[in-house]
């Protein structure tokens, strides 16, 4: 009796299950597949822009390196290496003071080397300093002429105290100073990232550099910046 | 009891026959819109490859022409570092230069004592023989235009020379 019943309702709506099975594969097929599709598409198109940007970033980075000369950069990289010393600043800073002080003719004593960053992790690129205390005896004029001078010389240093007895023509002075070196970075960054070329502030602050009287027996090294690798120091 | 004598044709089509016949328009206009759709993505998705191939090609070519140019792209981020790290000194030493400024300007018979530069400001303390050399040693502090003079101590010594100390930021 049941068996009739549903054999008699399937030849009845027989003629309607076949475009009511395709609507429904359509539409399950439309969420499906076509989502996907739709995905795809979007996916696509978003990472064509991606590309497009990179390519942007790449051309004018490329276009900037281009257009500098490595032998100048590497001459301006040496003069700045000389003003912020890539390794421990105090034989060269050292060396400055001696020769500017025998220059005058003056007496350098009492010589003491503090390191002012002792115990503190640095970061590469982070400034370290160093201070050098020192007395300095001899006339006023040669004096003034040393602070003066020690403003044009290379490594930069900062004089942070000065202590002047001055009785006559003679003065004793006592120098706290700061001289800072930093080492350089170790990695360069990816290769899309982008570049800038020195800004006419930089500019001016390295023409600066370049009239900095460098320390006489003594020399920073520049090291050579990386290549290949974009962090040389990662295996 | 009624009895329907009339034939199949005359009654019109059945509640059924008018659902398949719509059910079959509507997936046949649902087949060919989904088709349609379909191609299209396809055909959009195909472009977009070409696109994106054509892209990444560049991207590779760009990207190996900037890695040969690795060492001038360091030497100028180095520059750049040394530049950077070279400002803050530049900016700090003005005070080295005003203390030479004014040691130069102490007007004749004057005498500095003591000057003492700390980061701040410093303070210099300056003996005189006369009044009027005091003043004029003042007239030379006030011509240089510091933002802050303070007098810290102004003392006539026995043998009536003047000692006078400023604090200048």
């Known amino acids: 009796m049941r068996r009739s019943s549903f054999f008699r309702d399937y030849q009845l709506y027989k003629p309607v299950a076949g475009p009511a099975l395709v609507l429904v594969i359509v539409l399950i097929l439309s969420l499906t597949l076509g989502r996907f599709l739709v995905g795809r598409l979007f996916e696509t198109r978003e990472k064509i822009a991606e590309v497009k940007k990179q390519n942007e970033v790449l051309n004018a980075k490329l276009a900037i390196l281009e257009s500098l000369g490595t032998g100048t950069l590497s001459q ?7 003003a912020i010393p890539s390794s421990d600043s105090t034989l060269f800073a050292l060396a400055t003071i001696r020769q500017l002080a025998n220059e005058r003719n003056l007496v350098i004593n009492n010589l003491r080397v503090v390191a002012t960053d002792i115990g503190g992790e640095k970061r590469p690129g982070q400034i370290r300093k160093v201070e050098l205390r020192f007395d300095l005896q001899g006339g006023i004029i040669p004096t003034i002429s040393f602070l003066d001078e020690l403003r044009n010389s290379a490594p930069l240093m900062k004089v942070t105290k000065v202590r ?66 974009e962090n040389p120091f990662a295996f | 009891m009624a009895i329907n004598l009339l034939g199949k044709e005359a009654r019109g089509p059945s509640k059924i026959e008018v659902a398949r016949n719509v059910l079959t328009r509507t997936s046949a206009i649902f087949l060919v819109f989904y088709m349609i759709l379909v191609v299209s993505i396809v055909g959009i ?13 560049v991207n590779s070519s ?17 520059l750049k570092n040394r ?12 005070n080295d230069e005003i203390v030479g400024r004014i040691v130069s300007l102490v007007p004749a018979g004057a005498e500095i004592m003591e000057i003492v530069s700390e980061d701040k400001g410093f303070l210099i303390t300056v ?43």
């Open chain 2, 127 to 169: 003996r005189t023989p006369d009044s009027q050399t005091l003043v004029s040693f003042f007239e030379v502090i006030k011509e240089q235009g510091f933002p802050r003079v303070v007098l810290v101590s102004l003392n006539q010594t026995r043998d009536g020379d003047y000692l006078v100390s400023l604090e200048i930021e």
């Open chain 2, 45 to 57: 998705l195909f472009l977009f490859n070409r696109g994106l191939q054509s892209e990444e090609s």
């Open chain 2, 83 to 94: 530049v950077k790290l070279a400002r803050e000194a530049f900016a700090q030493s003005s």
């Open chain 1, 76 to 82: 301006e990289l040496e003069v700045a290496v000389q």
């Open chain 1, 164 to 229: 002047s007895t001055i009785s006559g023509a003679s003065s004793l002075t006592n120098f706290s100073i700061l001289s800072s070196w930093s080492p350089l970075p170790e990695s360069i960054g990816k290769v899309d990232d982008p570049v800038q070329t020195l800004s006419s502030e930089e500019q001016r602050l390295l023409t600066g550099m370049t009239g900095l009287r460098p320390p006489q027996g003594v020399e920073p090294v520049v090291p050579a910046p990386p290549q290949g690798r």
């Open chain 2, 62 to 78: 760009l990207s190996e022409r900037v890695n040969s140019l690795k060492e001038t792209e360091g030497t100028l981020l180095f």
